[in-house]
C-alpha cells in the first residue's frame, strides 16, 4: 500500500521511514556472531525453530505486544514469551534472550528499524566474522 501511497503523492506508511537494519548491523549491536551461531548449531530445536519464524513474523513487520518479564525455561536459559498480533488472532513464540536480544526486541517494538533478513542470513552473516 505504500507504494500506491507514494505514487499518488499522499504520506507514506510510517514503515517506510524507518531505519531498515541489516543482518550485519544487528550482530554488531545486538547478538554476538559466537552466541548465535552456538544456539543455532546445538540450542533446542523447537527455540531455534521460534526464533526462526519469529524473524519471518517481523519481515512482514509483524507487530507485537512487549512483555516485560522475563521467564526462565527447565535449561536456565532466559526468555520471552511474544504474541505477533495476527487478523486471525495472535501467535505466539518463545524469544530465547541471546545477548542484547532484549533490547532489539524493545527497539523494534518501538518503532526504530524494520528488518531485511531471516535468521538463515543472520547465521551466514556470523561465519563470516
Do not use: W
Not at 513474523?57 to 526462565?72: A, I, S
Amino acid at each position: 500500500m505504500s507504494f500506491i501511497n507514494e505514487r499518488r503523492g499522499k504520506n507514506a506508511s510510517a514503515t517506510s521511514n524507518k531505519s531498515v537494519l541489516t543482518a550485519a548491523m544487528c550482530l554488531a549491536k545486538y547478538i554476538q556472531p559466537k552466541t548465535l551461531l552456538d544456539f543455532v548449531d546445538v540450542g533446542r530445536f523447537d527455540d531455534v525453530s521460534d526464533l526462526d519464524k519469529f524473524i519471518v513474523k517481523l519481515n512482514e513487520n509483524g507487530k507485537y505486544n512487549f512483555p516485560r518479564k522475563v521467564r526462565q525455561d527447565k535449561g536456565g536459559l532466559n526468555y520471552k514469551y511474544i504474541s505477533v498480533l495476527e487478523s486471525n488472532g495472535p501467535e505466539g513464540f518463545k524469544v530465547v534472550l541471546l545477548d542484547n536480544m532484549d533490547q532489539f526486541l524493545r527497539d523494534y517494538h518501538l518503532g526504530l528499524f524494520t528488518i531485511n533478513f531471516t535468521l538463515e542470513d543472520l547465521a551466514k552473516e556470523a561465519e563470516k566474522a
